[in-house]
């Protein structure tokens, strides 16, 4: 008999527990989306980014079907010259711009060829900037510079990526 009475007590305190944690998670949820609310409302009032929204800078991903290549091959660059060196350095390079086909501006821009020139004195602006310790160090941070350029002078993002696919310096 004193097992059987054990237990409905036992069972008594369960039901007691699992009420009293349904409230207690109740209660709680509720405060936290008050204070998530409020956090929020402050962030807004002095322009602090939380990192939840997708900013503008992010890059969306381009299904490889979608990417188109151009490549301007063997473009020889001279190099700026550092303090005390004598000797004429330059770069000869291939740049490949990864274009997004499906985008608005790709039908209106993406023949590349017949404004070539022009890519290649926005190219040549920047690699003639850096010297050859310089360039050798930092090759990623001259390909986001051309990507800059290039989306800024046509006004659009559908060349959405640039690689140095073969660089040599002298």
Do not use: C, W
Request: glycine share 4%; charged share 25%.
């Amino acid at each position: 008999m004193k097992k059987n009475l054990i237990s409905i007590v036992i069972l008594a305190l369960l039901i007691v527990n699992v009420v009293l944690s349904s409230v207690t998670l109740i209660s709680v949820t509720g405060t936290n989306k008050k204070t998530a609310a409020l956090v929020g409302d402050i962030a807004a009032a002095i322009s602090i980014d939380l990192g939840e929204d997708g900013s503008e800078e992010e890059q969306e991903t381009v299904p490889m079907s979608d990417v188109v290549t151009y490549d301007i091959a063997d473009l020889t660059i001279p190099l700026e010259s550092t303090d005390g060196d004598t000797a004429n350095h330059a770069a000869v390079i291939t740049v490949t711009f990864s274009m997004n086909s499906k985008d608005k501006d790709y039908k209106a821009y993406g023949d590349l060829s017949t404004r070539e020139s022009l890519i290649k004195g926005e190219i040549n602006d920047v690699v003639s900037s850096y010297t050859l310790e310089d360039i050798k160090v930092s090759s990623s941070e001259v390909e986001q510079q051309i990507l800059e350029r290039v989306q800024k002078m046509f006004d659009s993002k559908f060349i959405f990526n640039v690689t140095l696919s073969s660089a040599l310096y002298q």
